[in-house]
């Protein structure tokens, strides 16, 4: 089993819908969650950190987590084309002696917003 | 203020030379990651760097690879007898380090051809 999963994609949504991004990890220990956008060409960029179950809400994004199920996800509301990106979900590796906060990249899951 | 720089930007090299990239992290940031990604595919792990610990090397593909940083901060990558199959973009992030605030911040990457 991979450490951190993420269906690959493509995911194409319409302008305006819901797009639902899906991340799962196998490290019950983990306590940092994390989602990066990355444009074709470009660096990866932070938009949404999460460190408790439930949800977590910035501007139209919504990043929800549930530890029992070792599961998080990203919403990105009302969709736009600029949306359109690879975003990565990525978890720390959890209590482990030097290797605490060493985080995990998952594959990353292709995003299209179709106008 | 300023954010996590890497020098060259570009580098261009011929298959059998040595090359050394370079990057600054964020001032105070204690964790520090480098990353290789090829086109079209996902983030790959090389090496971590926390603080005054011993570093992660379990991503580093070969032993032509090595990494160092110097007075926990300024970190060199170095890449000997380049051959083709290293062309890629490198990255590097960098964290404040401890669970569970390790956000890292991506700097704008090094792309490597290796002709």
């Known amino acids: 089993q991979k450490e951190v999963e993420q269906n690959s994609g493509p995911l194409s949504v319409p302008e305006g819908a819901i797009a639902s991004l899906n991340c799962t990890y196998s490290?019950?220990?983990?306590?940092?969650f994390f989602w990066y956008r990355q444009y074709s060409g470009k660096s990866p960029e932070l938009i949404m950190s999460?460190?408790?179950?439930g949800d977590k809400e910035d501007g139209r994004f919504t990043a929800q987590l549930n530890k029992a199920s070792q599961y998080v996800s990203l919403l990105i509301r009302d969709s736009q084309p600029s949306d359109s990106a690879t975003y990565l979900c990525?978890?720390?590796?959890?209590?482990?002696?030097?290797?605490?906060?060493?985080?995990?990249f998952g594959p990353g899951t292709s995003l299209s917003v179709i106008p | 203020g300023a954010g996590v720089s890497q020098s060259p930007s570009n580098k261009v090299t011929e298959k059998g030379k040595d090359v050394e990239l370079r990057c600054d992290p964020i001032?105070?940031?204690?964790?520090l990651y480098w990353y290789r990604q090829s086109l079209g595919q996902g983030l790959e792990f090389l090496i971590y760097?926390?603080?005054?610990?011993?570093?992660?090397k379990s991503g580093l593909p070969s032993d032509r690879f090595s990494a160092e940083r110097t007075g926990g901060s300024v970190s060199t990558l170095t890449i000997q007898r380049t051959q083709q199959e290293d062309s890629a973009v490198y990255l590097c992030?960098?964290?404040?380090?401890?669970?569970?605030?390790?956000?890292?911040?991506f700097g704008p990457g090094t792309r490597l051809t290796v002709l």
């Open positions: 760097f926390q603080g005054n610990s011993a570093p992660d």
């Open positions: 001032s105070g940031h204690t964790a």
């Open positions: 490290d019950r220990g983990s306590q940092s």
């Open positions: 992030a960098s964290s404040q380090g401890g669970v569970p605030y390790n956000e890292q911040f």
């Open positions: 999460i460190y408790s179950n």
């Open positions: 990525a978890v720390n590796k959890g209590p482990m002696k030097t290797s605490y906060d060493k985080v995990i």
